[in-house]
């Protein structure tokens, strides 16, 4: 049962919100993903929006003054943490004045901080580049960790607004069962993709590429935040060739130039893969975002 006909389904049995109800929470998501999975959670009973769109670097925004606004009237921000936007988030907050979404607060809830993080490193110096100090903060390209987020997020729903409560453990049941059953499909799609070698643009795809099996045998990066070099591109070649790799893999946002090179010179596929929800035509929602980095995985592998 498709996630468009089982919410039809809930509202048929009275199991949503009244025609006459209205919002009661107000959800600023830092992300796109953010903004998909409140809306599929919260239902008639929030309003989201995002900081961010889906062709945006999240690590990368200014905290401008129409975003200072949604925070001062937010309810709730949503957003990854694990430093993804630490170069912007807390001056969004301090200067929006709103006591209910600083960090400690109900209104404020990190993803990241849900679920366990990946390459999380033993030291953090400069000389390392752009390294997380909290680990990979990319977790919502883990279909499991994103269940488990879900359900915190309801959680907090529910805490917030606890007049209905059952409105959101209804809809959270609704998501839970579709996302079970779509990973399933997924998994079974993709299990051709297990053991394919991939080159990388940063490390986007790391919870993605763990999920499916799929081994990193280089990045694009020399370090985190840096952009590739010639050197580093030649011996990226080299490294493509000794490894067997099978694709290059950016995010649609990123600049295509050294993954295209490589891709050309080791005559493998460049794939550039939709990183949130709205990155292509066919990633709508949470679940065709998904579908569509598999089947681009697919066309590539």
């Given amino acids: 049962m498709n996630s468009r006909f089982r919410m039809l389904l809930l509202c048929t049995l009275g199991l949503s919100a009244s025609p006459a109800a209205h919002a009661s929470l107000n959800i600023l998501a830092c992300e796109p993903e953010w903004k998909a999975l409140a809306e599929e959670l919260g239902g008639d009973r929030v309003q989201a929006e995002s900081a961010t769109h889906a062709l945006q670097d999240p690590h990368h925004v200014e905290a401008r003054p129409s975003l200072i ?48 993080r990946i390459e999380v490193p033993q030291t953090v110096d400069r000389s390392q580049g752009d390294v997380h100090a909290d680990g990979n903060p990319h977790v919502h390209l883990d279909p499991r960790r994103l269940l488990t987020i879900a359900e915190a997020f309801s959680a907090r729903l529910q805490t917030l607004d606890a007049e209905h409560a059952e409105y959101y453990r209804q809809r959270l049941s609704a998501f839970s069962a579709d996302w079970t059953e779509a990973m399933a499909g997924w998994k079974t799609r993709a299990e051709s993709l297990s053991g394919k070698r991939a080159v990388v643009y940063h490390k986007n795809w790391s919870y993605l590429l763990d999920w499916l099996r799929i081994d990193t045998v280089g990045d694009l990066e020399p370090k985190p935040g840096i952009p590739p070099t010639s050197g580093h591109l030649a011996e990226l070649l080299q490294i493509t060739r000794e490894q067997d790799a099978d694709f290059v893999l950016i995010a649609n946002y990123q600049n295509t130039r050294g993954a295209r090179w490589l891709a050309d010179h080791s005559n493998i596929a460049m794939l550039e893969l939709p990183f949130t929800v709205g990155g292509n035509e066919e990633a709508e929602d949470l679940q065709s975002l998904y579908d569509s980095i598999i089947t681009l995985l697919l066309s590539g592998g």
């Fill in 69 to 116: 606004i949604k925070a001062r009237d937010a309810d709730m921000v949503f957003c990854t943490g694990a430093e993804l936007e630490v170069g912007w988030l807390p001056l969004l907050l301090e200067k929006s004045g709103n006591r209910r979404v600083q960090v400690g607060d109900p209104g404020h809830f990190m993803a990241a901080s849900q679920v366990e």
